[in-house]
């Protein structure tokens, strides 16, 4: 029970009064003054032990205040293990004791936690030294290959110019190919009466006697110069029959071509009739481009 001050001084003088009405003995007034001393000491003691109860009850109150605002803190962190406090009925020393418990179990989970945590993120630093090495690594290969490209960029140009200039000359040669392919596959023929064709100087008459009427031993040959101008121009690639102008009549080859490399309907050595079809291009357009017939 908590006794003040102001009461033990009165009960001392209560006592101190009864003496003096009373007229103890000697004996008394000494053991009156021992027991009133003791009383006083006690009253001190008890004085000071209820004050030494309130200061250590109000040091306990604040350190468990100070340990349950750690604990709600704490408890607001996800995974933190659960427990009941403390019983409001326990003394304080006592509830302090279980809610210490609690926190520091809630504290160790945490510290683990921040072990855990501190492990991973020294395992993903080391991971992203390694990334950024590689990243490093991987910056150089690509600028590398930019100027690789780059380079590779100005070859293809270069080849590109040759290529074009390549296929311009390819066209010129295909073109001037094309136009001295025409050219020899040009070929060119006549069909006509032999006073005709020597008025027109495609063929001469040589050799003979010349006598009034007849000239024997006279022979027509191809005039040596001759004017494309009188001929009829085709292709040897495309032409293969030559129409005669009168297909009841006969022709007679005096250029140089043979009719071994042609079909006629009839023929007789270097004579035909009907219209000339030409077999074997090549060979037979070979002796000579100008194809010269004279009708008889």
Not at 148 to 158: D, F, P
Request: charged fraction near 25%; include cysteine; aromatic fraction near 4%.
């Amino acid at each position: 029970m908590k006794i003040s001050r102001p009461a033990s001084l009165a009960a001392v003088a209560a006592l101190a009064l009864t003496a003096c009405k009373v007229g103890p003995s000697a004996e008394h007034q000494q053991a009156d003054s021992t027991a009133t001393v003791a009383s006083l000491q006690h009253a001190q003691l008890a004085t000071q032990l209820a004050a030494q109860k309130d200061s250590l009850t109000r040091v306990v109150l604040a350190a468990d205040e100070f340990i349950m605002h750690i604990d709600s803190s704490v408890a607001t962190v996800k995974g933190m293990p659960k427990g009941n406090r403390a019983d409001r009925k326990l003394d304080p020393l006592a509830r302090q004791i279980v809610n210490r418990k609690l926190v520091m179990a809630r504290v160790d989970a945490l510290v683990k936690r921040a072990r855990a945590t501190a492990a991973q993120l020294a395992k993903a630093n080391a991971s992203n030294t390694g990334l950024r090495a590689q990243l490093a690594s991987d910056s150089a290969m690509i600028t590398d290959l930019n100027a690789t490209i780059k380079r590779q960029t100005a070859m293809i140009e270069v080849l590109s110019l040759r290529v074009d200039s390549l296929k311009n000359s390819t066209q010129e040669l295909a073109s001037s190919l094309a136009s001295a392919q025409t050219e020899i596959a040009k070929a060119f023929y006549v069909v006509g009466k032999e006073d005709d064709l020597v008025k027109r100087g495609v063929i001469v008459r040589e050799g003979g006697a010349n006598l009034l009427f007849a000239h024997p031993g006279r022979t027509l040959q191809v005039a040596r110069t001759l004017d494309p101008q009188a001929f009829i121009p085709l292709d040897q690639r495309g032409t293969k029959m030559i129409e005669m102008p009168d297909s009841t009549r006969r022709y007679r080859i005096v250029s140089r071509q043979s009719l071994d490399a042609a079909t006629v309907v009839e023929r007789d050595k270097n004579s035909f009739r009907g219209n000339l079809t030409i077999a074997d291009a090549s060979k037979f357009w070979a002796p000579s481009k100008y194809l010269v017939l004279v009708e008889q």
